[in-house]
């Protein structure tokens, strides 16, 4: 039998700021591994809606998403971006003339190339007349990207939309201090030598000190990875529990992988170096190996290590998104209809990493449905505490009545339904390309159990997510008439 998350209750730490009660027990990843979900077979219904252009997922791709400061430690961001785009054009044999726009995410920015779509378009051929711009929204910038060409086709702008995202965590820009910049510019401005030499007169060897990036909350100067430790304690998440978590994700990848399941990923001939086809991260290990491992962030008693951590990841995805009569009469038959999506935000300092909890159920609401409609649930892994922390929060109704002013919770995912491909924790988390990977992800497993509606989720720094819906498209036929059997995202 499937093993689920089961809540029972006790008192949280006193030193705990959300005085909650919660309690899970661990989770078997053995028999999660033997569990197939049951495949789909009644129909429900279309989410449609009135007057508006259905958005279809034609394809999408990525390239093999590898552990930073590995193979594509010598390129740069729009040359894994551009190799997205390259197997895009192969797997749909789209012509480069139809695109309409161009969107891509990004976090840590290239400075060379800020509009990272636009200078990855020009090196994949496509016409120096196709607008491309790039959007910045932290883990949920491909959501953003997807997101936007949503909107480009349903407004009647553009037909054809493509939508990705890259991020290149192996040289990522280290700055001077801003003394030592201050310094440069000034310098630059001087117009005597006399002037020059009073300047480099006031240099101290403390302007050296660079500047190196953090995956850290500018308000609250607070890192990620402490947050999570803080929203783990918050909510009894023990380091047991987070472990087993990480080596069901790791386990699952690598059976998903195995299989040939991760179809979206491309082969990438890295420019003097072998061709990279897989994912380099995923790596199942041994709860007794992973207990070795020292805390990550709050030490010596924090929990989060970098076991049950995702990881520093290099990659890029592309995604073919169009009106579906556009892909209709050019003989495409899509994956999956985009139906909605929707945006929230929340604490930066207590609630940064529960924004799933909160979007959820929105999202649902909006669409008219419920958890127990969801086919194919598909998370973003930051943490494993952070998971876990959010399944609490969603199957509390003291959170949900006392923190989101609804009467009763959310309700608990499925196991059985959730991440069953592996997640970040596994398969890695560049941060601006894997909205793409978990749409992609959820609309192949629809197609390949045969459900109709899939639910992606992603949390982001700043205390923002986006959660979306979508539905899958029919497997045989693709008819307006003949659809027996819509696959449905919520993105």
């Not at 730490?13 to 989770?27: D, G």
């Not at 982001?460 to 045989?476: D, I, L």
């Amino acid at each position: 039998m499937t093993s689920i998350l089961t809540y029972t209750f006790k008192n949280l730490p006193s030193t705990s700021k959300w005085a909650l009660r919660f309690s899970v027990r661990p989770l078997s990843c053995s028999s999660q591994l033997r569990a197939t979900p049951a495949a789909q077979t009644k129909s429900k219904k279309t989410l449609a809606k009135p007057n508006i252009r259905n958005v279809v997922v034609v394809d999408g791709v990525r390239t093999p998403f590898l552990l930073s400061g590995t193979s594509y430690k010598d390129l740069m961001p729009h040359d894994v971006a551009r190799a997205a785009l390259l197997g895009l054009l192969h797997r749909t044999s789209v012509p480069k003339e139809v695109v309409d726009y161009i969107v891509f995410g990004t976090v840590i920015q290239e400075v060379k190339t800020s509009n990272v779509a636009r200078e990855a378009a020009l090196g994949a051929g496509f016409s120096d007349k196709t607008p491309a711009h790039t959007v910045t929204m932290a883990c949920i910038s491909a959501n953003q990207a997807m997101t936007t060409g949503v909107g480009l086709i349903a407004s009647g702008q553009c037909d054809v939309v493509v939508a990705g995202g890259v991020e290149l965590m192996s040289d990522v820009p280290i700055r001077h201090s801003r003394k030592m910049r201050k310094m440069l510019l000034d310098l630059n401005k001087a117009k005597t030598l006399g002037q020059r030499l009073s300047l480099l007169s006031k240099f101290r060897l403390n302007f050296l000190s660079p500047e190196l990036p953090a995956v850290a909350e500018f308000s609250t100067s607070e890192t990620m990875g402490h947050s999570a430790d803080r929203l783990a304690a918050a909510f009894a998440v023990s380091r047991t529990e987070q472990d087993e978590y990480a080596l069901r994700s790791h386990s699952l990848a690598k059976k998903a992988q195995d299989e040939g399941l991760l179809s979206d990923v491309v082969p990438f001939k890295v420019p003097g170096k072998d061709t990279v086809t897989k994912d380099n991260g995923i790596r199942p290990s041994s709860l007794e190996q992973m207990a070795k491992l020292k805390p990550a962030f709050i030490k010596p008693y924090g929990t989060v290590t970098a076991a049950n951590s995702s990881f520093l990841t290099d990659g890029a995805s592309a995604m073919l998104i169009m009106a579906e009569e556009k892909a209709l009469a050019m003989g495409y038959k899509p994956k999956a209809y985009l139906r909605d999506f929707v945006y929230v935000s929340q604490d930066p300092k207590d609630q940064l990493l529960l924004g799933p909890t909160y979007a959820t159920p929105k999202v649902l609401e909006k669409a008219g449905l419920t958890l127990n409609d969801v086919d194919a649930f598909e998370f973003h892994e930051a943490f494993s505490g952070q998971i876990l922390a959010n399944f609490k929060a969603m199957d509390s109704d003291w959170f949900a009545q006392n923190y989101m002013g609804r009467k009763t919770k959310v309700g608990l995912p499925p196991l059985e339904k959730f991440n069953t491909w592996g997640g970040s924790l596994s398969l890695g988390h560049p941060f601006g390309a894997t909205g793409c990977r978990l749409v992609m992800a959820a609309a192949n497993r629809l197609r390949k159990e045969g459900g109709q509606y899939g639910l992606v989720a992603a949390c982001a720094a700043g205390g923002q997510v986006c959660h979306s819906r979508f539905t899958g498209a029919a497997r045989k036929s693709f008819s307006l008439k003949q659809n027996k059997l819509v696959q449905e995202c919520l993105i």
